[in-house]
């Protein structure tokens, strides 16, 4: 009785198996259908053009000296835009970052250049923190929100704001993609963002399956933000950027996705900060959106090929599922990230998807059982709404 039993189980851990490693191997060619639609769909005319462009404050947290901080921050100084004013804004006066700040206010002018130092704790999102302490320096009503490891181009400025002529958008963003690595788990970090996110997120967008809004590049009137409570109202928010965007469509007005790509910097120190990251990056997933993100199970194809393969014992339908799964993972990504990003570091980093893969599911699992978050380095316990509290306030 007891091997029949176990033969069955068998069996129904092979079925499951099999059908999961298949919906993921189908959902990665959908995937790489909708990159191809993406990349190839002329942009239509826009509906509506500002007749002469509106002034724009940019908005640039910054915590610490961050790989590459320079040439992020300058190259937000450089934009091929009439009139703009970017704020750096830091939360200490110890920061390291302020003598980088005050060298490049020097260098382009406190016209262009403004420096915050405020210590806001509004709440326990010090990126929001952040963000309304500089917003007490803005100038102006368009407002754009620009990470501190974000790399742009002198066009950024207009293609973010262009779609804010349409009184009827709300907000606008743009994708991006991560750079830089240089490190097995930079790679690995990399990936996650290019291979995993982004490609996620251009399926959704391509196919209307979600709204959404990224909030590393995001631009939106002074007026918007007011009337979904302000920066305040987000600063208990693990994923703010999903509250606002969620805010902002619910009030009737839309999101634009603009088909641009900016560069994220990938700066980590270590595979702890890496895995660290890794979790935290599927908890802000599983905190904006439990019901699905807790459905992408079925778009995992590599760790159910191998437990299909080894709940065959290796026979040779087993390794052959296991080996058909693995080339068509690979050859999909790599016409994702070499044709649809345009992203060599990732292609040459390729033979780091499998293990990515089978991580992944780990991660996967950690978001829905881990109750705690790191982020900069400072723990936080997660509500089921999605908020935020301070470790320490535990009690």
């Excluded at 996110?197 to 918007?224: D, E, P, Y």
């Excluded at 895995?275 to 699905?292: E, I, K, L, T």
């Excluded at 109750?371 to 900069?376: A, N, S």
Aim: glycine share 6%; hydrophobic share 45%.
């Amino acid at each position: 009785m007891s091997f029949l039993i176990a033969t069955s189980a068998m069996k129904i851990l092979q079925w499951i198996s099999l059908i999961l490693a298949t919906s993921g191997s189908l959902y990665a060619v959908l995937s790489l259908l909708a990159m191809i639609r993406f990349r190839s769909k002329p942009s239509p005319p826009p509906k509506h053009t500002f007749a002469s462009w509106p002034p724009v404050t940019v908005l640039k947290p910054v915590h610490g000296l961050e790989k590459t901080l320079r040439e992020n921050l300058r190259s937000t100084c450089m934009q091929d835009y009439p009139l703009y004013q970017v704020v750096f804004s830091v939360q200490e006066l110890d920061d390291p970052a302020i003598p980088l700040l005050k060298q490049i206010q020097q260098e382009f002018g406190s016209d262009l250049v403004t420096l915050a130092v405020e210590n806001c704790r509004t709440g326990t999102n010090g990126k929001i923190n952040n963000l309304i302490g500089g917003l007490q320096h803005a100038r102006h009503d368009i407002l754009v929100i620009s990470d501190s490891d974000i790399l742009l181009r002198p066009d950024y400025l207009k293609a973010v704001v262009a779609p804010l002529a349409d009184p009827e958008v709300g907000c606008a963003c743009t994708l991006y993609k991560a750079s830089g690595a240089e490190s097995w788990f930079e790679k690995m970090e990399l990936l996650t963002l290019n291979a995993d996110l982004m490609t996620n997120v251009i399926f959704a967008h391509v196919t209307g399956a979600s709204k959404f809004l990224l909030g590393a590049s995001t631009a939106l009137r002074r007026s918007t933000l007011e009337g979904i409570g302000g920066l305040a109202g987000l600063a208990d928010y693990l994923v703010e950027d999903n509250e606002m965007g969620r805010r902002i469509w619910t009030s009737g007005k839309k999101l634009a996705v603009v088909p641009y790509l900016v560069d994220t910097i990938i700066d980590l120190r270590s595979p702890a900060q890496w895995w660290n990251h890794q979790v935290y990056w599927d908890q802000n997933s599983r905190a904006a959106r439990p019901y699905a993100y807790f459905a992408t199970v079925v778009i995992r194809p590599v760790p159910f090929a191998f437990l299909y393969a080894i709940a065959r014992m290796g026979d040779a339908t087993g390794l052959l599922v296991l080996a058909s799964v693995f080339f068509l993972r690979l050859a999909t990504s790599a016409v994702t990230l070499a044709w649809g990003l345009k992203d060599r570091e990732g292609l040459k980093s390729l033979w780091l998807l499998i293990p990515h893969d089978l991580l992944a599911l780990a991660s996967w699992v950690l978001a829905y059982t881990k109750k705690t978050t790191v982020w900069r380095n400072a723990q936080f316990i997660l509500t089921r709404d999605g908020r935020i509290v301070a470790r320490e306030g535990k009690s």
